[in-house]
């Protein structure tokens, strides 16, 4: 029940959390191609379908993190380095949702 004028985080269309889609592990797990490339990191899922073509690194490089969790990869970038600040707003684009928690 809403209350005239009084705010509630659910109600509000502008939080971003409010809208966010759970995207479920099978879920991503089925986009697992390089022309349907879903990666999980940090908790966010993101398409980078579209961007694979224009990473700076060969496609077997990132190929075989596409329908997976890759928050690890993607921090280290396999070498013990980060990606850099561009590149995490880069991958903020191409965000579709949030990994839903797997129940034990």
Known sequence: ????????P????????????LI???ELARH????????AIRGGVH????YLPEHPSRPDVVVPW??????EVYETKTRGRPHS?????????????RLAAEKP
């Open 32 to 39: 697992a191609l390089p022309d349907d490339c879903w990666m």
């Open 10 to 21: 659910a109600a509000d269309p502008a939080s971003p959390a409010a809208a966010e889609r």
């Open 66 to 71: 596409c329908g997976r969790e890759a928050t």
């Open 24 to 26: 479920p592990v099978a």
């Open 47 to 50: 398409d980078v379908s579209a």
């Open 85 to 97: 600040a561009q590149a995490d707003e880069l991958l903020a684009r191409y965000r579709i949702g």
């Open 1 to 8: 029940m809403a209350i005239v004028g009084h705010w509630s």
